[in-house]
C-alpha cells in the first residue's frame, strides 16, 4: 500500500549545527505534506507544511524541500539548539484531506 | 489559544473491559481525526469526521467505534479491550477542509493501558 517513511531513524548532530531530516513518500497523487515534531509523552506538534505545487518553503529556523520527481521530502533546522531534541514525522495528506499518513519517526539528538 | 483538549488523559482498563476517549476541537473546528500509536511506533490513523459524518477510515478495529457530536467533539469507543490496545491515542482537528490550507492540530493524547 501507499507509505511514507524515513531514511534514517536516528540523528546526532551538535548544538548549533544544521540538522537535515528525511523523508520518502510513495503516494504522488498527495498534495499536502507535513512535518510534526514530537515530545516524549506529547501529542505531535506542527512545525511546517508544504503543498505539491511549492517545491521550497521557511519557516523560522526550518526550510522543507519537496522533490516531486523522486518523491522526496526533507527538512532542515538551521543552528539546531538541544529543545530540537525530539522525533520527527513526516505525513502525508490524502487528496481528500481526511486522512493523514505518517512516516516512521526520525529521533534527533542535540549533543552540546 | 484554545487547543485540542483530550480526556480522560490517562486510563487503565482490564481486558474485555470497554473504554472511551473523548476529543474536544479547536473552537470552530470541524474536522476531527482519531490515531493511535504504540510505543515506539508512529501514529496510526483510526477515523476521521467532518460535519459530524465519517469522512474516512483508517485500521480501526471493528471493536472500536467513533462518532461525532453536534457540538463537534468526538467519543472514541473501545469495546472488548485487549493488551494490544495499549496505546497513545491522539485526537487532531482542522477547520473546513484540507484544500484551504488550514492545517492539522494535535492535543495531548490518552494513555490507555490495558492490564
Known amino acids: 500500500g501507499e507509505s511514507v517513511g524515513l531514511h534514517l531513524p536516528t540523528l546526532s548532530v551538535q548544538e548549533g549545527d544544521n540538522s537535515i531530516i528525511n523523508c520518502a513518500y510513495s503516494n504522488s497523487a498527495s498534495d499536502y505534506f507535513i512535518w510534526y515534531k514530537q515530545e516524549s509523552g506529547k501529542g505531535p506538534q506542527f512545525i511546517i507544511d508544504?503543498?505539491?505545487?511549492?517545491d521550497k518553503r521557511q519557516g523560522q529556523r526550518v526550510t522543507v524541500l519537496l522533490n516531486k520527481t523522486v518523491k522526496h521530502l526533507s527538512l532542515q533546522i538551521a543552528a539546531t539548539q538541544p529543545g530540537d531534541s525530539a522525533v520527527y514525522f513526516c505525513a502525508e495528506i490524502d487528496t481528500g484531506g481526511f486522512k493523514t499518513i505518517f512516516g516512521a519517526g526520525t529521533r534527533l539528538f542535540v549533543k552540546a | 489559544a484554545a487547543g485540542v483538549i483530550q480526556s480522560p488523559r490517562h486510563l487503565i482498563k482490564e481486558k474485555r473491559e470497554t473504554a472511551t476517549l473523548k476529543c474536544y476541537p479547536i473552537?470552530?473546528?470541524?474536522?476531527v481525526y482519531w490515531y493511535q500509536q504504540g510505543p515506539g511506533q508512529d501514529p496510526q490513523f483510526l477515523i476521521s469526521?467532518?460535519?459530524?459524518?465519517?469522512?474516512d477510515k483508517g485500521s480501526i478495529p471493528d471493536r472500536f467505534s467513533a462518532q461525532q457530536f453536534s457540538d463537534y467533539h468526538s467519543e472514541l469507543n473501545m469495546s472488548s479491550l485487549e493488551l494490544g490496545d495499549s496505546a497513545l491515542y491522539f485526537c487532531?482537528?482542522?477547520?473546513?477542509?484540507?484544500?484551504?490550507?488550514?492545517?492539522?492540530?494535535f492535543g495531548e493524547g490518552s494513555w490507555l493501558t490495558v492490564v
Open positions: 473552537p470552530r473546528h470541524d474536522t
Open positions: 508544504i503543498r505539491s505545487n511549492m
Open positions: 487532531a482537528s482542522r477547520m473546513g477542509r484540507l484544500y484551504s490550507g488550514n492545517t492539522i492540530y
Open positions: 469526521f467532518y460535519e459530524k459524518m465519517q469522512s
